[in-house]
């Protein structure tokens, strides 16, 4: 399929009603509002191509961008390309969750994960606490750096009370994915969630509600699901 074939596929897919719920949800134009669902028959047609997801990110749609990452070769994405698309992602569904999903399936994810933690902009920030969680989803332990995992728990608890809005949402979900994945760090995870506590953000007048990290690791835990990885992140 070609961009302008896929363009008008998503066009034609979009729903005004859909649009304003994401709008509200950090969203930003331009975008038709495709649900994630009617994305995946096109998905399936493309299955990975490393060009084509380039060039879906690159019309700034966010729609497009969004397939885009159901479709990117992660492991053929450079780290120029990953940090092109981090700066692009100004909607909170690609700068939360595309572009993490892509970096930590790429050579490049931890890395740069450290760098974007640091970064002044609060999307790119975020972008890094969420591509951090995906790792340690996806990776085996020992692929993992659990001391650094550590020091980053402890980093949170200094941190996050004062943190971006967005960031302080991607800390939290860090804490619970480390207590989740990681069987190694589930006790410090708690100890994290404990101290922490029930965070609040603004979430624009949505229903929505942050997930309290200490109660969502202990239901996790009372499932015997600790220390379970994942296939794929994308979703």
């Known amino acids: 399929m070609t961009v302008k074939e896929i363009m008008d596929e998503l066009q034609a897919k979009g729903s005004?009603?859909?649009?304003?719920?994401?709008?509200?949800?950090?969203?930003?134009?331009?975008?038709?509002?495709?649900?994630?669902?009617?994305?995946?028959?096109?998905?399936?047609?493309?299955?990975?191509?490393?060009?084509?997801?380039?060039?879906?990110?690159?019309?700034?749609?966010?729609?497009?961008?969004y397939l885009a990452g159901l479709i990117a070769d992660d492991k053929r994405m450079t780290k120029a390309d990953l940090q092109n698309w981090v700066?692009?992602?100004?909607?909170?569904?690609?700068?939360?969750?595309?572009?993490?999903?892509?970096?930590?399936?790429?050579?490049?994810?931890?890395?740069l994960a450290l760098q974007w933690i640091d970064h002044q902009e609060e999307h790119i920030a975020a972008a890094g606490w969420a591509t951090l969680?995906?790792?340690?989803?996806?990776?085996?332990?020992?692929?993992?750096?659990?001391p650094a995992l550590k020091g980053l728990l402890e980093r949170v608890q200094r941190?996050?009370?004062?943190?971006?809005?967005?960031?302080?949402?991607?800390?939290?979900?860090?804490?619970i994915a480390v207590g989740a994945h990681v069987a190694a760090l589930t006790a410090a995870a708690i100890e994290a969630a404990k101290k922490i506590g029930v965070i609040t953000i603004d979430k624009n007048g949505t229903a929505c509600k942050v997930p309290a990290a200490l109660d969502y690791i202990l239901k996790i835990k009372d499932k015997g699901a600790i220390g379970k990885k994942k296939k794929t992140v994308k979703c």
Request: proline letters at 3%.
């Open 16 to 65: 005004e009603q859909i649009k304003n719920i994401l709008l509200k949800h950090g969203v930003k134009e331009p975008f038709f509002g495709v649900k994630v669902g009617d994305m995946k028959p096109i998905q399936k047609k493309i299955k990975m191509d490393y060009q084509l997801a380039k060039d879906l990110y690159a019309t700034g749609n966010v729609d497009a961008m």
């Open 159 to 175: 941190e996050v009370s004062n943190s971006d809005n967005r960031v302080r949402y991607q800390m939290n979900n860090f804490i």
């Open 133 to 146: 969680s995906n790792l340690v989803a996806l990776k085996t332990d020992e692929e993992l750096d659990l």
């Open 87 to 111: 700066e692009q992602a100004l909607s909170n569904n690609i700068s939360e969750w595309t572009v993490p999903w892509v970096a930590a399936g790429s050579n490049f994810g931890w890395e």
